[in-house]
């Protein structure tokens, strides 16, 4: 089996594992994990050849912007607080926490490598958090804050790894210049976000085409990530930026089959991506176990302790912190979401899995240092760093559902009601008021006007029949099914009209271009 052809298998594993997780109650990345792990023991299997410096670079900008499309500015600004805690102040705790126990347990790790360990370690994978966290049928509020730790942890534990690194590469250190690196990238990457998310959505008003548009914003994550970490900058920063400032501006509501293209193209792309990454770090297991013959009890101990301090401070430190959010949050009344309880903060704590920037910065690690000494304890950083990437990413991965049954913490159904209630009434507000404009300045028919008036009021009714009334509410159950026929015969006649297109391709002078136009025509018109 070449490169070429694990590729393939891990493409065609990562759409496989969406199903099987849906079936079996499991979340698809540790599926895919498992996955590559098997493969890796096998013994036709090739070993992984992928660079660790184009890692980061090709699998986190699609899928930190695939990740950006299912979030907004707003929601991060109400929640920059608990965000901060945890993407912040976490990070930094965590990565001091496990460079002091590693650089104890460790014979002759520097604390500088042990704060590149720590640093690796330290974040949340944006990607596993809420792609196990976002099938569990989570509170939106805990979706949120996960989502945001998720995304902006990168930036100051990957500022952190390379201040660390560099420590350690030329042997000297600087509490100033590293404070002034980390504020300076954070101002480059923000500085090249909106920049490019200025150019980027003026590009898309100009490119026009739906088809067009999809491929510059597959370009864009790549471009903002490359840029950013040339000026030296943060990339990831960077991504954000740009995905937030796009989400916010490019979004024009009539362009219908745009959205709905451009949303299909990046649930793809996040699901092939993230698949890929996934078994990636199950591949790379045969590497880092192969290294390590006959001291592998001795790794696997340091670990388990690391793992251990891991865990344990991201619980010691959500319970007061989120007991502070509370306070705040009750005091000044903030717009913000937070646990509500501690089933919830229960629910935060075992959400905290690590992966693929983990491994992405783990096989980063220089092999010398600047004199020309091999980098200390760098066989032994991985290995431990595999170690906690595992044991989080599996155990809590796999055991998540089922605290999340335990505990009972579940969607707030009720509040999801109202607002699709009170969207409902605001969207037929909107069409009425449209409608009133209309006639105000063109002369309609009474029928057409009544007709048009029930179509404005049936389209809230469509999306919360709770809208209407006793009275109107029997009318409207048997005027639906009466449209729900009629849609089904409507579709089961375009269907035969696609089939009688589509098989014009295969006669003899047929022009497949034009077939395909007037299939397009056929499809536009069933989609409406």
Same mark, same amino acid.
């Given at each position: 089996m070449d490169q070429v052809a694990l590729l393939l298998a891990l493409l065609l594993g990562a759409v496989v594992t969406v199903p099987l997780g849906e079936r079996f109650d499991l979340p698809p990345p540790v599926l895919m994990t498992l996955a590559g792990a098997g493969v890796a023991f096998l013994p036709f299997a090739p070993m992984v050849e992928i660079s660790p410096e184009f890692i980061l670079p090709l699998i986190l900008p699609p899928l930190l912007y695939a990740a950006v499309q299912r979030t907004s500015w707003r929601q991060f600004a109400a929640n920059v607080r608990p965000i901060l805690l945890l993407a912040v102040a976490l990070v930094f705790v965590t990565t001091a926490a496990v460079a002091a126990v590693a650089h104890a347990i460790v014979p002759g790790l520097p604390i500088a490598a042990a704060v590149a360990l720590g640093a690796l370690v330290a974040p949340p994978d944006p990607v596993a958090a809420t792609a196990v966290a976002g099938r569990l049928g989570l509170p939106r509020r805990l979706v949120s804050i996960l989502e945001g730790e998720g995304l902006f942890n990168d930036v100051t534990a990957i500022v952190l790894y390379h201040v660390a690194i560099a420590a350690v590469v030329s042997g000297t250190f600087s509490w100033p210049a590293a404070a002034g690196q980390l504020v300076l990238s954070g101002v480059v990457a923000v500085v090249v976000g909106f920049a490019l998310g200025w150019v980027s959505n003026k590009l898309m008003d100009l490119l026009g085409d739906?088809?067009?548009?999809?491929? =510059?914003? %597959?370009?864009v994550p790549f471009v903002a990530y490359v840029l950013a970490e040339e000026l030296h900058g943060s990339g990831v920063l960077a991504v954000l930026t740009t995905a937030l400032y796009l989400a916010e501006h490019a979004t024009d509501a009539?362009?219908?089959m745009g959205r709905l293209a451009g949303n299909t193209f990046w649930q793809i792309i996040d699901t092939l991506v993230t698949g890929v990454a996934f078994?990636?770090?199950g591949l790379e297991l045969h590497t880092v176990f192969g290294t390590e013959d006959g001291r592998v009890p001795e790794l696997?101990?340091?670990?388990?302790?690391i793992t251990g301090v891991v865990v344990g401070v991201r619980l010691l430190w959500l319970l007061p912190a989120t007991a502070l959010a509370k306070k705040l949050h009750n005091r000044r009344d903030y717009n913000e979401e937070i646990p509500v309880s501690w089933r919830e903060t229960i629910i935060m704590w075992w959400s905290g899995m690590r992966g693929v920037?983990?491994?992405? =910065?783990? %096989?980063a690690i220089p092999l010398t240092t600047d004199s020309g000494a091999g980098f200390p304890g760098r066989d032994e950083i991985i290995f431990i760093a595999f170690v906690v990437i595992l044991s989080t990413l599996?155990?809590?991965?796999?055991?998540?559902?089922w605290l999340v049954r335990r505990l009972g913490v579940?969607?707030?159904?009720?509040?999801?009601r109202d607002l699709e209630h009170s969207l409902a009434i605001r969207a037929a507000k909107a069409a009425r008021q449209r409608l009133k404009e209309i006639e105000a300045v063109e002369e309609l028919p009474e029928e057409v006007s009544e007709r048009l008036l029930r179509g404005a009021y049936?389209?809230?009714?469509?999306?919360?029949?709770?809208?209407?009334d006793e009275d109107r509410r029997e009318w409207y159950t048997k005027r639906t099914e009466r449209v729900r026929t009629i849609r089904r015969i409507q579709r089961e006649m375009m269907s035969a009209a696609r089939h009688e297109v589509l098989s014009a391709r295969s006669e003899p002078g047929a022009n497949p271009e034009v077939v395909d136009r007037v299939l397009r025509q056929l499809d536009v018109r069933s989609l409406r």
């Open positions: 739906a088809t067009l548009q999809i491929g =510059l914003s %597959l370009m009539d362009d219908v078994g990636l770090i696997l101990g340091w670990g388990a302790v920037a983990s491994v992405a =910065l783990a %096989l599996v155990l809590q991965g796999l055991t998540l559902p579940r969607v707030d159904a009720d509040a999801e049936e389209v809230g009714a469509r999306i919360s029949p709770d809208i209407i």
